[in-house]
Antibody, heavy 119, light 106 residues
Framework: EVQLVESGGGLVQPGGSLRLSCTASGFTFSSFWMHWVRQVPGKGLVWVSRIYSDGSSTNYADSVKGRFTISRDNAKNTVYLQMNSLRAEDTAVYYC????????????WGQGTMVTVSS | SYELTQSPSVSVSPGQTASISCSGDKLGDKFAYWYQQKPGQSPVLVIFQDFKRPSGIPERFSGSNSGNTATLTISGTQAMDEADYYCQAWDSSTVIFGGGTKLTVL
């Protein structure tokens, strides 16, 4: 079964750091670009970041550029999101998603992990 | 920065056709994608590259994209189709989502 499982969410103070993980199974992870998308509960989807299949290129939303870093370990079938200098407005459910490369569609999504930034 | 605009809500009676629109500057020059999200669940891709359906998505879901507007059409809407729908496009190597449309089937 094709699956993405996120972990690493939790409560963190403003200015703190957190690293999210997303572990893939059921497909050749190293062949696919991967994304992080976030959603404040009750609000819409907001794209965060993307990484190429070999990790050679990354893109970020302006709101997280310079604070968040996406990376991957293809040997572990895992993509990461290192989040530094966290702000209250980063509070959200964070989803990882697979990019169906030829079509650029986000075709598989994880269940999400909640990040709460609060003192 | 590029923006996609969706109406906040659409209502439809069971068995009727629901149309959900998404507007953006010259959106027809880009590919449009649509995602369905039910309460407490993760998004599901229902349309990609304007009109293509992933395997497992019912034929009643269709899409079009021209000019400044992309449209998701659900024919013979069922109660199970009640959900939030998000359009999406790419702009300068970044992903843009619309604000979402809540489809109510009543």
């Amino acid at each position: 079964e094709v699956q993405l499982v996120e972990s690493g969410g939790g409560l963190v103070q403003p200015g703190g750091s957190l690293r999210l993980s997303c572990t893939a199974s059921g497909f050749t992870f190293s062949s696919f670009w991967m994304h992080w998308v976030r959603q404040v509960p009750g609000k819409g989807l907001v794209w965060v970041s993307r990484i190429y299949s070999d990790g050679s290129s990354t893109n970020y939303a302006d709101s997280v550029k310079g604070r968040f870093t996406i990376s991957r370990d293809n040997a572990k079938n895992t993509v990461y999101l290192q989040m530094n200098s966290l702000r209250a407005e980063d509070t959200a459910v964070y989803y990882c998603a697979r990019d169906l490369s030829l079509s650029d569609a986000l075709d598989i999504w994880g269940q999400g992990t909640m990040v709460t930034v609060s003192s | 920065s590029y923006e996609l605009t969706q109406s906040p809500s659409v209502s439809v009676s069971p068995g009727q056709t629901a149309s959900i629109s998404c507007s953006g500057d010259k959106l027809g020059d880009k590919f449009a994608y649509w995602y369905q999200q039910k309460p407490g669940q993760s998004p599901v891709l229902v349309i990609f590259q304007d009109f293509k359906r992933p395997s497992g998505i019912p034929e009643r879901f269709s899409g079009s994209n021209s000019g400044n507007t992309a449209t998701l059409t659900i024919s013979g809407t069922q109660a199970m189709d009640e959900a939030d729908y998000y359009c999406q496009a790419w702009d300068s190597s970044t992903v843009i989502f619309g604000g979402g449309t809540k489809l109510t089937v009543l």
